[in-house]
T-cell receptor, first 114, second 113 residues
């Protein structure tokens, strides 16, 4: 089955700096890669996703890049703010195969220092 | 707005007792999932369902069961609770017809003593 590795497990940045979280996946058939943000005591919230026919996607201060050849994808947060502090999870899935399961990385705890 | 809700949000139970966690979604979607979240393991799939009367085992299904008698609900049952099942449990379901974008409930914190 699919295996998703996520790095780093913890990340501290100064407010205003950029943060990058990286994930690798094992199954070359995976074609959908969402990112979730989880605040303390809450459920994971989808923040951005990318499909394998796209190399990069942006949404304001958040961007995701995908390298299918290397089987890795990354989350980029620019101009970080204290409210970006949370645990971030990457995930991988295969769309269109009748299966809708997500395989998650183990998470990255991001701390933005004011 | 349609949503996904879980209950109870917090529960303490004793080893050996049967426990059921409820999950209800108002998106009328066929797909529903149960995950558990543990430090160092991230989110792991317990069981999932693609429609009424359909249930499937996930990565960590031992000691758990689900049933799907209608579209809106997928209750998760711990047949005989064990301390290793102390965890946070999340139910999830897609909102739209494509089924691609999955949204999570707020979680159920379960402690087995």
């Amino acid at each position: 089955g699919e295996n998703v590795e996520q790095h780093p497990s913890t990340l501290s940045v100064q407010e205003g700096d950029s943060a990058v979280i990286k994930c690798t996946y094992s199954d070359s058939a995976s074609n959908y890669f969402p990112w979730y943000k989880q605040e303390l005591g809450k459920g994971p919230q989808l923040i951005i996703d990318i499909r394998s026919n796209v190399g990069e996607k942006k949404d304001q201060r958040i961007a995701v890049t995908l390298n299918k050849t290397a089987k890795h994808f990354s989350l980029h947060i620019t101009e970080t703010q204290p409210e970006d502090s949370a645990v971030y999870f990457c995930a991988a899935s295969i769309l269109g195969a009748g299966s809708y399961q997500l395989t998650f990385g183990k998470g990255t705890k991001l701390s933005v220092i004011p | 707005d349609a949503e996904i809700t879980q209950s109870p949000r917090h529960k303490i139970t004793e080893t050996g007792r049967q426990v059921t966690l409820a999950c209800h979604q108002t998106w009328n979607h066929n797909n529903m999932f149960w995950y558990r979240q543990d430090l160092g393991h991230g989110l792991r799939l317990i069981h999932y369902s693609y429609g009424v009367h359909d249930t499937n085992k996930g990565e960590v299904s031992d000691g758990y069961s689900v049933s799907r008698s209608n579209t809106e609900d997928l209750p998760l049952t711990l047949e005989s609770a064990a301390s290793s099942q102390t965890s946070v449990y999340f139910c999830a379901s897609p909102k739209d017809s494509s089924g691609n974008t999955i949204y999570f409930g707020e979680g159920s914190w379960l402690t087995v003593v």
